[in-house]
């Protein structure tokens, strides 16, 4: 016991313990900031190259695009040079020397055009009027989407250009094929996403427009102030649905142009329509598909509350909750049977019928995924219940 409580003892095991864990710590430090093979500190530095090069080549073959990814891509593959050429044989950008070979690529580029294959020049066919010129071989591969060759990439070395160049270089165009595949595939989506607007504009004419001009027309002897006021909300709704800039929008302009359509609407169903709006406004930012919530609305007001003798009420409601915002539109109205909604539905784009829920629906999987579509609950009777989730945040969607 005397032995235990000895303050020199005490004092050793103490400093035996620091030193362990000063040690311990130290070595489990180096290996957190260490690689363990040289293997996967080449692995890192490739992998981060390729994601340095993709955003712009994301955005399509063009002299920018080619111009910020061609220093990376060189990286890559370690020569002096390395250009890319347009479908037609053009030069788009050019990273490194002996451009004085700009001719001899292009020519490659012609012959890669017309057979369909990676073209190689030697040493030994490659003249240059330069005594100081290092160039030994340049190598010209197709950039393919869909099969079709868009352009080629051209890289040019000190040395004989041997397999292990032939098979880098094809690889790397390999890469750069897929990201202006994924570029295609986007504005694919875009020019469908403007189309189906289109489509949607052109159902709200004979569907909406008529009935409004009509209403206005009504009032435009028994109350000519009424009848100012609503053209005045039909101006502001043709005006913000008929737009031409973009493709997406944020739910406070959606909600806004809402309010006009339902002012209309109510100067047709006076008390017979209502409208309640329970919306965070934490999510009033939020971004998404241009007309995703009006037609949802209006589905509501033709085809569940117009019927009604006494009409009824839509609600709307807008959530936080966490990574997305989730909206729901509700109506009191005569509601459906599920299976004729579903058939309604899958014939949208052909007999007009809920053409407005389909239109929505086939936007908001193609912007956000197919997990992003619309969830419909209803049945005869009990109303109907719209609910769509929108992310807060998705790369490339903006106002």
């Not at 035996?16 to 430090?29: G, K, N, P, Q, Y």
């Not at 030994?136 to 397999?163: C, F, H, K, M, Y």
């Amino acid at each position: 016991m005397e032995i235990l409580d000895s303050p020199v003892l005490i004092v050793l095991v103490v400093l035996l313990v620091i030193t362990i864990a000063a040690t311990v710590s130290l070595f489990f430090r180096n290996r957190r900031n260490t690689f363990a093979t040289p293997l996967e500190k080449a692995t890192f530095a490739t992998l981060h190259t390729v994601a340095l090069a993709a955003p712009a080549l994301r955005e399509g073959l063009s002299p920018s695009s080619a111009s910020f990814a061609l220093p990376y891509l060189r990286q890559l593959l370690d020569t002096c040079a390395l250009t890319m050429t347009d479908r037609g044989g053009a030069t788009l950008a050019w990273n490194g020397d002996a451009d004085q070979h700009e001719p001899d690529v292009r020519s490659l580029a012609d012959q890669v055009f017309a057979t369909g294959r990676q073209q190689v020049m030697s040493h030994t066919s490659i003249t240059c009027d330069r005594p100081d010129c290092v160039v030994r071989g340049i190598v010209v591969v197709p950039l393919e989407t869909d099969g079709a060759i868009v352009g080629t990439l051209a890289a040019l070395t000190t040395s004989t250009a041997g397999p292990v160049l032939l098979r880098a270089t094809a690889e790397v165009a390999r890469y750069v094929s897929s990201q202006l595949e994924l570029a295609e595939l986007d504005e694919s989506r875009a020019r469908l996403n403007r189309a189906e607007v289109r489509a949607l504009r052109a159902q709200i004419s004979p569907h909406f427009v008529y009935n409004a001009l009509t209403t206005i027309a009504s009032y435009i002897r028994t109350d000519p102030i009424q009848a100012r006021e609503l053209l005045l909300e039909f101006a502001d709704f043709t005006r913000y649905s008929f737009r031409t800039a973009g493709e997406f929008t944020t739910l406070q302009d959606e909600l806004t142009n809402i309010e006009r359509y339902v002012k209309i609407e109510k100067a047709r169903f006076r008390d017979r329509l209502n409208i309640k709006l329970q919306i965070a406004p934490e999510v009033l930012g939020v971004v998404l598909p241009f007309l995703a919530l009006q037609p949802l609305v209006e589905n509501a007001v033709r085809h569940g509350l117009a019927s009604k003798p006494n009409g009824g009420t839509i609600t709307i409601s807008a959530e936080n909750a966490g990574s997305e915002c989730v909206i729901i539109v509700e109506d009191d109205g005569i509601g459906m049977d599920p299976n004729r909604l579903t058939e309604d539905l899958d014939d949208a784009h052909l007999s007009g019928a809920h053409v407005g829920l389909g239109n929505v629906d086939d936007r908001m999987r193609s912007t956000f995924g197919s997990d992003f579509g619309l969830v419909v609950d209803t049945n005869i009777g009990a109303g109907m219940k719209i609910t769509l989730r929108v992310p807060k945040f998705r790369a490339g969607i903006r106002v």
